[in-house]
Nanobody
Framework: QVQLVESGGGLVQAGGSLRLSCAASGGILSINAMQWYRQAPGKQRELVAGITTGGITNYADSVKGRFTISRANAENTVYLQMSSLKPEDTGVYYC??????????????WGQGTQVTVSS
């Protein structure tokens, strides 16, 4: 029943900015944290940024100072503001909801992924 819908991916030039959005729905009562992962071709999926329900954030070293994760709409939506983009930021970005509680169970959920391409 829980569904994550991602948007905001696309093509951008190096040095530009892009904002990703992820909206969660489906009878969610609470969420422990929301995260953004990315995966480049031939590379393992890596954690880019995360934010807990208490507002604690963490970032991969490669994006610190350039990316900002935030939550809105009673924490049902998570954003990833990406600035000073580099070609190495290219990949499929996935939203992940950690500890989504519903009347039936508490589980983690993944979004479908959105492509981000940064050109030189």
């Amino acid at each position: 029943q829980v569904q994550l819908v991602e948007s905001g991916g696309g093509l951008v030039q190096a040095g530009g900015s892009l904002r990703l959005s992820c909206a969660a729905s489906g009878g969610i009562l609470s969420i422990n944290a929301m995260q953004w992962y990315r995966q480049a071709p031939g590379k393992q999926r890596e954690l880019v940024a995360g934010i807990t329900t208490g507002g604690i954030t963490n970032y991969a070293d490669s994006v610190k100072g350039r990316f900002t994760i935030s939550r809105a709409n009673a924490e049902n939506t998570v954003y990833l503001q990406m600035s000073s983009l580099k070609p190495e930021d290219t990949g499929v970005y996935y939203c992940k909801v950690v500890g989504a509680r519903t009347p039936f169970r508490t589980l983690d959920y993944w979004g479908q992924g959105t492509q981000v391409t940064v050109s030189s």
